[in-house]
């Protein structure tokens, strides 16, 4: 970690600030952020050396929350068992985790999916982004100091976690998409409620913008705050807004495509540095709250014609993939959200690895934040949007 | 009632026990009513209910958050320096109390009728910058310090622009005395000196955009003062955990918290007493009279605490940076000018 | 640029050091010398043709013949196009070249793969276990590891 510092070019160091002449001799204090502390969202631990209230070093320490989920899933007699525990990997989208993990197992399959099943999975996928963005964006108003839109933000997260709970009974940890289906069809009255949902919700987006997004004192401190430059961005393999946010014009949903997102009409979010600086944290933010209105406009289209079938394919209950290796990835709410499954010919998975978005986009954390201030650290923080159960598995 | 309470006790301790008593139970009372009333406020700002199982939709939770306090362990880290520690919120309170010493309730009570009552109430108002910073650094916590060395950076900028806002009002008036002050405002809201004081139509009409920017700055430092958002940054609970109060509990917590309330009052009802009049009626003589002023000052006083409530759920938290922007660039010159131009307007 | 034309540029480029591939898998790969491993790196990643600037994913295997392995799912942001590579060491001497140099991403993963298989990377800048403590005994991702019975003096269950 002891690479160039890049602070800012007017930066002094503070015994030549003085202007007496006199020479204070001042010290670096070590800070520890963390693991408890309200604004590192989890048990995260982030060892800050300040000069005063600006940052030199951050140094994340990580592994609080570790669950050994690679170990767990080596030592399933299943493939199906592993869903479960990919749930609790990234708390806030277990319906994304699922649907990934399920989609790397069925390449080894080659299996074909019913098409209802496709429509189910694409619409529970859509919602839980729009929960996961809202606490996203709920979170980082407190970050800010704001604390009304979080609640109106979780409002609304309630009534998607309210449409899960319908469909399948869980409102955090579904264990729904299956590999080759999903657990259960969909309630009568679902396609009704989620139209509801869909409608009721613009005006939630249209309040938060009104109340934080063009709020002045928000812009102050989220524009030209933590920069993340394209290639910095590419180079250190972000994904999902955090890359959007840097102008990288990047959705696996449309580049790597999986499920039928080609099928509806939507746009890839990219910030534009309409604040400050592209890259910056209004951008990440702006990018998740139009991502939000997005999958909106995605379900609006989905629940229109989901197709009538079975929802489980006639896949047998104990599933035993050819030898084999594949890695699959798919756009969860935080952005590429990969499986690298290999298998044997047993009937459980000889290695599993997940690429945990989450994880690999706090690692560019020392890279932004040198130079900011301890406020803006949290800021930054808040911004990349991590869920520790997923960055420690 | 000074001479009332004197021509009856007589000159002993138990007379200034009497004079110094009402600000203390009106504090109380009016801590019970504020906590109550900030988070149905929020509540209701957030779609939520708040409170609603203890009493009538919850009006008897303060009570129950205070027992909660008293009973709850009063802890002292073991690595703390205890004196300060436990000093730190007396002092902090004091510095409120002392300051409402000053404060006018009504025309015919106020604690301590002194001549120099707004310069003395900047004054003692500083006191409590020296318990924050007390309590931070006697934590021995760095986020502790960080709050508190965050709090005197701030009180200390923005005691300027308070005490420059003030200012304006007293060089219309003439008078330090906040009796006088108020007194040269009675006669109906058009002489509050936030619409130009009561003086001759072309005057009044002049000094105007100068009494209401005044007024207008008086309430954001104000705001800033009392550390409430989008100033809160020493206790900037996102950033650094709970900033000076971070390991306090019990009593002692509960004893900054009644400070900060506390607070918000006090500068309100300066801003109330210099701006709008302070305890005189609004329309003349109608409901004027020293009950009625009680009644007018506190809802003054009250209309711009429910105010700070409003802001605080409303606005997210400026930086350290901007902070000391917002005072130095932006508030002070305003009120230069606003002093220059009011002053060439009194000697034209 | 297919996985065939990858493999003969690579081979004509830097000849032993490319080992054997399997390019008519459901992922074709490629394995290359742990000890040159970010040399070929940094060769795909300025190469115009293959511009692979993107990688996705770093894992240690721990494969049935007792050898250990890392492998790189690499992605060009230009090309749309993606390997993966693999390079493969004993595990009695577990040393891989660092490719953090080359992406800034790999830093998190290799240190992660060094925590779960012991693999050693050298010219990593910070090497030190991620996830599990630092005194933690052995690496848990290993097959042959077995839980043990106390750590610091504390029984473990189970």
């Known amino acids: 970690m002891k690479e160039s510092r890049t602070l800012p070019t007017d930066y002094v160091s503070s015994p030549e600030r003085t202007s007496s002449g006199r020479t204070l001799r001042t010290d670096e204090m070590i800070l520890n952020m963390g693991p408890q502390h309200p604004s590192t969202h989890g048990v995260l631990r982030l060892e800050l050396v300040v000069d005063g209230e600006i940052i030199v070093d951050v140094i994340p320490h990580i592994g609080y929350l570790h669950r050994c989920f690679e170990k767990h899933a080596e030592h399933m007699t299943n493939y199906q068992q592993v869903i479960p525990y990919a749930d609790r990997m990234d708390y806030l989208s277990s319906m994304c985790n699922d649907w990934a993990y399920a989609l790397a197992v069925e390449k080894l399959l080659k299996t074909e999916i019913p098409e209802r099943v496709q429509y189910i999975r694409l619409i529970m996928a859509e919602l839980q982004r729009i929960a996961s ?183 047998p209950k104990r599933i035993r993939p050819e030898a084999g290796e594949v890695y699959v990835r798919s756009e969860s709410p935080r952005g590429e959200l990969g499986f690298y499954v290999i298998s044997d010919g047993t009937a459980s998975p000889y290695r599993v690895k997940a690429r945990a978005p989450a994880f690999v986009n706090l690692s560019v954390l020392p890279e932004i934040s040198r130079g900011a201030m301890v406020a803006d650290l949290v800021a930054i923080v808040g911004s990349v949007d991590i869920v520790l159960g997923e960055v420690d598995r | 009632m000074e001479e009332l309470l004197r021509s009856l006790i007589g000159e002993s301790w138990i007379l200034y026990l009497l004079l110094a008593a009402p600000p203390l139970v009106f504090i109380l009372l009016y801590a019970l009513v504020t906590v109550w009333t900030e988070m149905k406020v929020s509540a209701h700002m957030q779609d939520r209910l708040a409170y609603m199982y203890t009493g009538f939709h919850g009006v008897l939770q303060p009570v129950a958050d205070i027992l909660k306090l008293l009973q709850k362990e009063d802890t002292i880290p073991t690595a703390a320096d205890r004196p300060l520690f436990v000093m730190a919120p007396f002092l902090v309170f004091i510095g409120m109390y002392a300051g409402f010493a000053a404060l006018p309730f009504s ?13 003395y109430i900047i004054a003692v108002s500083s006191i409590g910058v020296v318990g924050l910073l007390m309590a931070g650094w006697a934590s021995n916590n760095k986020w502790s310090l960080f709050g508190a060395m965050r709090s005197a950076a701030q009180i200390i900028s923005y005691e300027i622009p308070i005490a420059l806002a003030l200012l304006v009002a007293v ?122 002023g009680v009644f007018w000052i506190v809802l003054k006083g009250y209309f711009f605490v429910f ?22 660039k932006v508030l002070i010159p305003f009120l230069f000018v606003c002093l220059f131009c009011v002053g060439l307007i009194l000697v034209l | 640029m297919t996985a065939r034309e990858i493999f003969d540029n690579l081979k004509a480029k830097f000849g032993d050091a490319i080992g054997e591939a399997k390019l008519d898998a459901l992922q074709p790969w490629i394995t290359v010398a742990e000890k040159r491993a970010k040399e070929i790196c940094l060769f795909l990643r300025d190469e115009p043709g293959f511009g692979f600037d993107y990688l996705s994913c770093l894992s240690g295997v721990d494969y049935p013949d007792g050898k250990l392995g890392v492998t790189y799912h690499l ?71 077995k839980v043990p019975e106390f750590y610091n003096g504390m029984k473990v269950p189970y």
């Open chain 2, 107 to 119: 025309s015919a009570y106020i604690g301590s009728n002194i001549n120099l009552g707004v310069f």
């Open chain 1, 133 to 315: 963005h809202l606490i996203a964006v709920g979170t980082y108003a407190i970050d800010m100091g704001a604390f009304t839109p979080f609640l109106w933000c979780f409002r609304d997260r309630e009534r998607i976690l309210d449409l899960f709970e319908m469909t399948c009974g869980a409102r955090l940890l579904y264990n729904y998409i299956w590999v080759g289906g999903v657990s259960h069809d969909l309630p009568p009255s679902f396609v009704e409620k989620a139209k509801e949902f869909c409608r009721d919700f613009r005006t939630t987006l249209k309040e938060v913008h009104d109340v934080l997004t063009y709020n002045e004192i928000f812009i102050k401190r989220t524009a030209n705050v933590g920069v993340l430059p394209k290639d910095v961005a590419i180079n250190w393999a972000c994904s999902g807004p955090m890359l959007r946010g840097s102008g990288v014009d990047w959705d696996l949903r449309r580049d790597d495509p999986y499920g039928i997102y080609d099928r509806f009409e939507w746009t890839v979010q990219v910030g534009k540095g309409e604040m400050g600086t592209v890259g910056d944290c209004w951008d990440r933010y702006i990018v998740r709250m139009r991502e939000m209105e997005e999958s909106t406009r995605i379900i609006e289209q989905a629940v229109e014609s989901v197709p009538e079938g079975n929802v489980q394919s006639s896949i």
């Open chain 2, 307 to 328: 105010l700070q409530i409003w802001i605080r759920w409303t606005l997210p938290r400026l930086r350290v940076d901007q902070l000391m922007y917002t005072s130095w």
């Open chain 3, 75 to 145: 992605f060009s942001m230009n090309h749309k196009h993606k390997i993966v590579v693999k390079a493969l060491c004993t595990r009695e001497n577990p040393h891989v070249q660092s490719v953090s140099a080359v992406w800034g991403t790999a830093n998190w993963h290799e240190r992660e793969a060094y925590d779960m298989y012991g693999i050693v990377f050298d010219e990593h800048p910070d090497l030190r276990r991620i996830l599990c403590g630092d005194d933690y005994p052995g690496y848990p991702l290993r097959k042959d590891f």
């Open chain 2, 171 to 292: 060089m219309i008036t003439g008078s330090l005395n906040l009796q006088d002050v108020i007194r040269y405002q009675e006669g109906g809201i058009l002489n509050w000196i936030v619409f130009g004081g009561p003086q001759p139509l072309v005057q009044k009409l002049l000094l105007l955009p100068f009494t209401v920017t005044a007024f207008f700055i008086l309430f954001i430092a104000g705001v800033a003062e009392v550390n409430r958002t989008p100033f809160d940054l020493p206790e900037a609970e996102s950033e650094l955990v709970q900033g000076y109060n971070t390991e306090y509990s019990g009593m002692k917590f509960a004893i900054f918290y009644l400070a900060e309330y506390a607070n918000m009052f006090l500068v309100s009802g300066i801003a109330a007493c210099l701006f709008l009049g302070g305890w005189s009626s609004p329309f003349g003589e109608l409901m004027s009279g020293p009950l009625w």
